[in-house]
């Protein structure tokens, strides 16, 4: 047995000696991912079981600070509107970037301009975008309510940003910002399908929803998977669109984690706490991530 | 690896490393004049941006003309995220040697952290140091009445008011007093086309997620005698009669009387400001003096025509009249390398001519005698002036930033009726006393 493992790690070491130049050149990027990502993780989990004061003495407290997050209405709160705005915001921008990916692969005159075009929200920075959309939707001076006025379609103006609206409305904001990734993934799984499974299926007589059921999807799900995945994971985290549009209100009404996560680390300087709560994040996310990969892990290919 | 490539590899690798020491040699000579004290300034950019810059500007060149052998660095970034990178750099220790601060909310838990020198021994030695305001160097405080900074700026809110809308609802003098206040805003409220639509309002009332929601609210409790916190800044105050009547008042001109826009709980300051400019409401209860410059801008004619008028806010009969106080203050880095430089820096700052230039762009001055000078001799300036002996910040407590927003988003739920103002202050107790203990 001894034997074996000196042959193994004796192998690595060829290895290692062989392709020398390429580790040497891989390390600097290493270390970077190691200061930049790795150390900054194993910190944060470090300091969420410290009640952190800059240029203080911490106090361990154990699990104090994840013990208070859960027992807060306010991230209680905070954790249910991230699941709403999530699953809307993913499920929102899969139909919307799935409807685009199958129009736009229809072969239409000034088809490169229309992708184009339909790439603009997701090149467009999230402030301009969010600063913009706060203004078309103002009250008193939004265009929305003055079209909807004049139209007779609504008799008041609309709070699109009050309490009771204001979730959909960063949602539908974030849908139009993000739809586009979706669809370039789509998209280039829709130029994949050969053409001989469509031929096949006109052959037999069969409709349109049935092309669309029978080869699109199960020919897409791969690429479905990979972005469904990935919209999760980055609407889950994401943070500028609410921050800027709403900062987590009116109230709590579109109060995420990372919104929380970033008062309490940054505005409120409660280190401890916000650590705990971006460890939390960072939990739901590899629990959701392992999940995923676990059920679909046949048909997720890389 | 052949003996030609190794050389290569180790050639290129030494030639990277010595550019990289010339380059930063190079540019460490060029960014510092020679034999010069280098003076940083931390200083964000508000209310009138492009002005305060070019005064920033004339007036370190102004300085640096008399102190030859001093260079100040002028550094102006957004207010949003100041503090949180300025606590940074000191953590890290590389902080400005000056900078701005919120003093109200910022000295105590920037002296938390070590942040500041304490200034008690050179200010007293400071020709014009009675000329101060006490309410401005009382918010410049820490908890054991050290001097952390220097005022330079006071925010109290004044009534901007619509005169020829006050004569139409029978009124020649403003509201002096909360049951006036509501009378004159509701007489301000109404269909002005005849659509059977409100679409002019009393008061303009800012409850978007900011700090003038914060404003609004403490500023009714403080009038009405109540505190957020008890005097040892242990407890929640918030919950008592006095607050709970403050609150219920502020929240109740939106949801009983309607005498604001429906879309108030989304407004911030800055839109409020645009509602009074294009003839939305009749009143500004929460607006700085920078509002001057805004209606100079965008509705010069309002105040040539003499249509705006400018009062203390209205208090409640029968107690004494209290002012919510802002304090902008200087502050000196605890670990400055030059002390008296920068003393030197923030007396020149706050000198006649610069705290004159500052104030007429940022609001109000922090010296007594600056109120004797120029445009703040004017009408506009009579009430802030009256004001600021009735001035009062709110008890001290490292935990400012996150009671404001505990404060804020109750506001919010009770101005959008998600709940009532007592349900309000009842969770504002619970929640400013979880925080207290963490």
Redesign the interface.
């Known amino acids: 047995m001894r034997k074996g493992v000196n042959t193994v790690f004796q192998k690595k070491i060829d290895e290692i000696r062989r392709y020398?130049?390429a580790y040497l050149l891989i390390t600097p990027a290493c270390i970077i991912g190691f200061l930049v990502l790795i150390f900054p993780l194993l910190d944060a989990i470090y300091l969420s079981f410290f009640?952190v004061?800059?240029?203080?003495v911490n106090t361990f407290v154990g699990l104090k600070n994840y013990i208070?997050f859960f027992q807060?209405d306010?991230s209680l709160t905070a954790l249910k509107n991230t699941a709403v705005w999530t699953v809307c915001s993913t499920f929102g921008q899969f139909l919307l970037g799935l409807a685009t990916a199958l129009l736009l692969n229809q072969p239409i005159k000034g088809r490169g301009l229309f992708r184009g075009i339909a790439l603009i929200p997701w090149v467009t920075p999230a402030v301009a975008a969010t600063a913009t959309f706060s203004w078309i939707l103002?009250?008193?001076?939004g265009i929305v309510n003055y079209i909807l006025l004049n139209l007779g379609i609504i008799k008041?103006?609309v709070?699109w940003?009050?309490?009771?609206l204001a979730m959909p409305t960063v949602i539908f904001t974030n849908i139009w910002k993000g739809f586009p990734f979706v669809m370039v993934i789509l998209l280039a799984g829709l130029q994949g399908i050969d053409k001989a499974y469509y031929e096949a299926a006109e052959v037999d007589g069969a409709t349109v929803w049935q092309k669309f059921s029978y080869i699109t999807i199960p020919q897409l799900k791969p690429m479905i998977n990979v972005a469904v995945l990935l919209s999760a994971i980055w609407n889950f985290r994401y943070f500028t669109l609410i921050f800027t549009m709403?900062?987590?209100?009116?109230?709590?009404a579109t109060e995420v984690l990372v919104t929380l996560q970033y008062?309490?680390a940054?505005?409120?300087?409660?280190l401890g706490?916000g650590s705990a709560i971006g460890i939390v994040i960072f939990a739901f996310v590899l629990v959701f991530t392992l999940l995923y990969y676990r059920i679909l892990r046949e048909t997720i290919k890389f | 690896?052949t003996s030609k490539r190794k050389k290569a590899i180790s050639l290129t690798a030494a030639s990277l490393v010595v550019s990289l020491v010339v380059l930063l040699t190079g540019l460490t000579e060029q960014a510092l004049p020679q034999k010069k004290v280098m003076l940083a300034f931390w200083q964000t950019v508000e209310h009138g941006r492009a002005p305060l810059a070019i005064m920033h500007k004339e007036m370190i060149e102004a300085f640096e003309k008399e102190h030859p052998d001093i260079h100040v660095s002028l550094v102006m970034m957004p207010f949003k995220?100041f503090?949180?990178k300025l606590?940074t750099v000191?953590?890290a220790g590389v902080a400005p040697d000056i900078f701005r601060l919120g003093a109200v909310e910022q000295t105590v838990?920037f002296d938390?952290?070590?942040g500041m020198l304490y200034l008690d021994d050179r200010f007293e030695k400071w020709e014009i140091k009675d000329d101060f305001y006490e309410c401005g160097l009382e918010a410049c405080r820490n908890l054991e009445g050290k001097l952390t900074g220097i005022p330079k700026d006071l925010d109290t809110r004044i009534l901007y008011y619509r005169k020829d809308w006050l004569m139409e609802a029978g009124y020649l003098e403003p509201p002096k007093y909360w049951d006036e206040l509501l009378d004159v805003a509701q007489k301000m409220t109404r269909d002005t086309d005849g659509d059977g639509?409100i679409d002019q309002w009393g008061i303009g009332i800012p409850?978007?997620?900011?700090w003038d929601c914060w404003i609004y609210g403490q500023q009714f409790i403080a009038s009405n005698g109540g505190f957020i916190l008890t005097p040892d800044s242990r407890r929640a105050a918030i919950n008592s009669p006095e607050a709970q009547e403050g609150f219920q008042f502020a929240v109740d001109l939106l949801r009983k009387y309607h005498v604001a826009?429906?879309?108030t709980?989304?407004y911030m300051g800055r839109?409020v400001e645009?509602?009074f400019v294009?003839n939305?409401v009749g009143m500004l209860i929460e607006t700085g003096a920078w509002f001057l410059g805004v209606l100079e801008e965008e509705a010069p004619q309002l105040p040539k025509e003499g249509r705006v008028g400018y009062a203390t806010l209205p208090q409640v009969k029968g107690k004494p009249p209290v002012y919510f106080l802002g304090v902008h203050s200087v502050n000196i880095n605890k670990e400055t390398p030059c002390p008296d430089e920068a003393w030197e820096f923030v007396k020149f700052y706050l000198s006649d001519k610069w705290q004159y230039e500052y104030a007429v762009i940022r609001g109000e001055p922090a010296r007594i005698s600056t109120f004797d000078v120029g445009i703040f001799k004017t009408e506009p300036y009579r009430p802030y002036r009256e004001q600021m002996p009735y001035a009062r910040g709110p008890r001290k407590t490292v935990?400012w930033?996150?009671i404001t927003?505990i404060l804020?988003?109750?506001m919010?739920?009770a101005?959008?009726?998600?709940i009532t103002a007592k349900e309000a202050c009842a969770v504002m107790e619970k929640?400013i006393n979880?925080l207290l203990k963490?």
Do not use: C, V
């Open positions: 020398k130049l009640n004061r800059i240029r203080g208070d807060s306010w103002n009250d008193q001076f008041e103006p709070l940003l009050g309490i009771s709403t900062e987590g209100g009116p109230g709590t008062k309490n940054f505005k409120y300087l409660t706490y | 690896m995220g503090y949180p606590m000191i953590e838990p938390a952290i070590k639509k409850g978007g997620k900011g826009p429906p879309g709980p989304t839109d645009k509602l294009h939305k935990h930033l996150a927003d804020i988003t109750r919010q739920e101005l959008s009726g998600k929640e979880e963490r």
